[in-house]
């Protein structure tokens, strides 16, 4: 293999949406990390190629300025394949111990002929809402 098959690109027409974020204060979390925000996001493939989704990285940095990086195979254990025209959509959580932080990352894909490719997730805020 060269070092260009290793090489991740952006693919035209996969793109993410973040679909919907809730702080969810009646989640049962941790005393250190009470603030639990659950997120709806969406990956869609407009594209004209076939992608399994392999991994993601997230990075999400709290109003502290603290930084957790969270990286893995598939998401919400699975692996999706979406064929030209699907999308796939989840949700899923982050618990923290302040009131906001920001996440963004990425999802990392292959297409059927092997081509690595990356789709970015858009910078979204969490947020506990003023009552």
Aim: glycine share 8%; aromatic share 8%.
């Amino acid at each position: 293999m060269s070092e260009r098959d290793n090489e991740l690109t952006e693919l035209k027409g996969l793109k993410v949406t973040i679909d919907r974020v809730e702080h969810q204060p009646m989640m049962s979390t941790p005393p250190d990390r009470p603030h639990c925000f659950a997120y709806h996001v969406t990956i869609h493939n407009n594209s004209s190629a076939t992608v399994k989704i392999v991994g993601r990285k997230w990075v999400v940095r709290d109003q502290l300025g603290e930084v957790t990086a969270v990286e893995g195979d598939g998401v919400v254990g699975q692996f999706p394949l979406l064929t030209p025209g699907e999308s796939f959509s989840y949700h899923s959580y982050h618990i923290f111990d302040t009131e906001q932080a920001i996440a963004r990352g990425s999802y990392l894909g292959q297409t059927e002929d092997g081509k690595r490719v990356v789709v970015r997730i858009p910078e979204f805020t969490m947020k506990v809402r003023e009552t």
